[in-house]
């Protein structure tokens, strides 16, 4: 018979009568739902009486049939059942309880007569949870179901939280393991088996196997660990490398504390287990992003530093040297330019491979028994790679490893079917020789490297070997230089000539100054030899040319008396057969009349059989400007083959003015100058002149044109207009 229902799940709204008291605004999820199966209908009022007085909901089967189908539909809190039932005895319907899933942790509490001592047994084999004897007395039957409702939600708590550390355990690869030491077992977590690769089996292990499935360089490491953990007492804990099942490596942090008896005996060890492997990767990526390059796999210049610190304390302790050696591909900009960016890309993984060839050492090892520094290798920047080379005893070690370097890259590359050669530019800095911090030896390595690229590159150059401070300021001058022009950091200044004895302007040469931000205004000589080695100076005269023009242009308009403005050129213009463009573009920009314009060129424009020169400088003479052959003497030219060139002045250097007085040598030189220009039909000008006596001098040998500190030095255009005024004047 079914049973009287008093709820019905499906009706949860209905109102309800509990206890005498409506409690249809209660939330039903509050109220514990009980079921209750009893054939005796007395016995079932009696306890649903006892349970509505208690404010449970009860829900009532007369017989044992009908204990599953209820049972499933209500999903009760607690189970009360009667044992013996005619038709489906207690102890078989909590068995079918039990077997639901939803019946695995509901409690069942089993009424058994007080007699039926081997139906206790039964009702405890067929899974109940509890018993009250019949008769039921009501305060009994009230405690017991309200201790067992009790126990059941803290059991569900408990499970709750086991079953949220379990998940925690397994996304954190965490297990946990005890071991006994009396035994030596080990009893673990699941976690701990499946970081493992062993099955689950419920059987303890010894601590053997643990110890096996650690690679074997660590397995001593790790018992000698635990042997002094044991022997202090203290907890412990370490990372090592073991081999799973399947024979996969995994990396695991172990933590243990050692409990002891109450003897103070070590007897028992706690501990957890983790499986770190993908944090260890993840961790090594971020280590291979921030310290390796991606295109070569070679260090880059932020572990450089690591390399170069630790090198140091072993070169102290040692008493060796570090060499760093700067190694740029020549013209590598034209491999990108001309073959694309990928092809660029696959030179420099070719070339950081023979780097790391050219060092490896067991390629020594067969070569040579030799001594051998120990090398690192970093990509510094683009085509730039600095090697670290340590254990190193002296040059002639460098020397060696550097040869291997640039015969090694020297070879050609075969890049997408094209052969190409690239060759390299190696500069070395040793510490502690030539510096001893990091920074200063990269720059020495820089600029040796340079140096050796100004040599005609594909070499090697030591920095000591090569360089002195003044090439060091020489080469940073050099890149200020570079940008001196669109600094606006160059001036003019004029020097004026006259005609001796007196102050009557016959015109003017100018010169270049650099208004350098740190070391001040700099004379031609400070910086020109530098600007003709590095071949700014085209730019350099070219921005002259421009401006003397354009002041040229300013005294024409002025109607200013005419002035013969000399201007300097260098011998680099004709080389690059850019002077009559250069001289075209002002003449053309400005406007002005040429015959103001004269062009002194040195007598190394001469040398040699070069056509274009005698074109260049006679379409120079047929635009009407004037041509002057300056510091002559200086060079190997001689006056006879002045007549193939259409010059009209030749200027006397002014080292054989200084000692015109004094040196009998530089005063016949000057006199044979002088005589032999005027059979030229040749000006001379006399360069230098700072004493009234040289003047003398050179007025008795016939040279009427001279310029020098005795007269004016070099003046601001500013001062040279006063001058100028003052000296027509007191002409007048
Ligand atoms: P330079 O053309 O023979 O110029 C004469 C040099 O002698 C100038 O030096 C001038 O300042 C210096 N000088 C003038 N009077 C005296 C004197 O009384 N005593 C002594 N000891 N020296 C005197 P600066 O300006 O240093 O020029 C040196 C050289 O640089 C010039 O020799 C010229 O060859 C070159 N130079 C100057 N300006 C330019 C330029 O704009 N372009 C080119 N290509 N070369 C220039
Ligand atoms: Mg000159
Ligand atoms: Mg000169």
Known sequence: MAGLFLLSLKHHTHALRIGGRLLSSMPKKLLPVILIAESDPAIRCLVRDIL???????????????????????????????????????????RQIRGTPAGLNVPVIMMIGIDDQESFKTAYISGATDFIAKPIQRVLMSHRVHFVIRSSKTMKKLQFSEARLLDAQIMAKLGSWEMDLVSGKIQCSDEVYSILGWVP??????????????????????????????????????????????????????????????????NWIVGFFQDISERRRAEEEIRRLAYYDTLTGLANRTMFSDYFNHAVSFA???????????????????????????????????????LRASVRKYDYIAREVEHIPEAEITRFAGDEFLMLLKNVRNYHDVGKVVQRIHDSLSAPYMIDDTEIIITTSIGISIYPIDGENMEDLIKYSDIA????????????????????TSTRN????????????????????????????????????????????????????????????????????????????????????RKDPFWLVSVNISSQNFKKRSILDM??????????????????????????????????????????????????GTGCSSLS???????????????????????????????AIIALSRSLKLETIAEGVETKEQMEALLRMGCGKMQGNYFSPPLML?????????TMTSNR
Request: proline content about 3%; some cysteine.
């Open 316 to 354: 102290m302790r040692t008493k060796t040297l570090i060499a760093i050696l700067f190694v740029d591909l020549d013209r590598f900009k034209l491999i990108n330019d001309s073959l694309g960016h990928s092809a660029g890309d696959k030179v420099l993984k070719e070339v950081a491979e023979r």
């Open 52 to 94: 509505e007085q208690d404010g449970f909901l009860v829900k009532e089967v007369g017989n044992g049939c009908d204990v599953i189908p209820t049972f499933k539909q209500l999903i009760p809190d607690l189970v009360i059942l009667d044992m013996n039932m005619p038709d489906l005895d207690g102890s078989e319907a909590c």
């Open 474 to 557: 020489h080469l940073e001058l050099e890149g200020q230089l570079r940008k001196a022009i669109k600094r606006k950091e160059l001036l003019v200044c004029y020097q004026p000539i006259f005609r001796a004895p007196g102050i009557d302007f016959s015109g003017i040469e100018t010169m270049v100054r650099w208004q350098h931000p740190q070391l001040g205004l700099l004379c031609a000589e400070r910086f020109l030899p530098l600007a003709e080695e590095t071949g700014i100076i085209t730019e350099i005269d070219e921005w002259v040319l421009a401006h003397v023009c354009r002041q040229i242009r300013i005294w024409q308009d």
């Open 449 to 468: 490297m340079y140096h050796a690229k100004r040599q005609g590159r594909n070499t090697f150059k030591f920095y000591s070997q090569c360089l002195d």
């Open 718 to 726: 500013a001062e040279l207009e006063q001058f100028r005024r003052e």
């Open 641 to 671: 083959c002045l007549n193939k060139f259409p010059v009209d002045t030749v200027k006397i250097d002014v080292c054989f003015i200084r000692d015109i007085l004094t040196d009998s040598d530089c005063a016949a030189i000057t006199s």
């Open 201 to 266: 089996d419920g059987q303890s292990r010894s601590f053997e196997c643990f110890m096996n499935a650690i690679i074997p360089g660590e397995k001593e490491r790790i018992a000698a660990l635990m042997k002094e953990a044991l022997k202090t007492g203290s907890n412990f804990s370490f990372e090592c490398s073991i081999v799973a099942t399947e024979g996969i490596e995994k990396i695991i942090h172990c933590k243990a504390r050692i409990n002891r008896d109450e003897k103070g005996e070590a």
């Open 583 to 632: 001289v075209r573009s002002a003449l053309e920009t400005t406007g002005i009349d040429p015959r103001w314009l004269k062009l002194e060129i040195t007598e190394g424009v001469l040398l040699g059989s070069d056509p274009y020169v005698v074109t260049a400088l006679e379409s120079l003479h047929e635009m009407g400007i004037r041509l002057a052959l300056d510091d002559f």
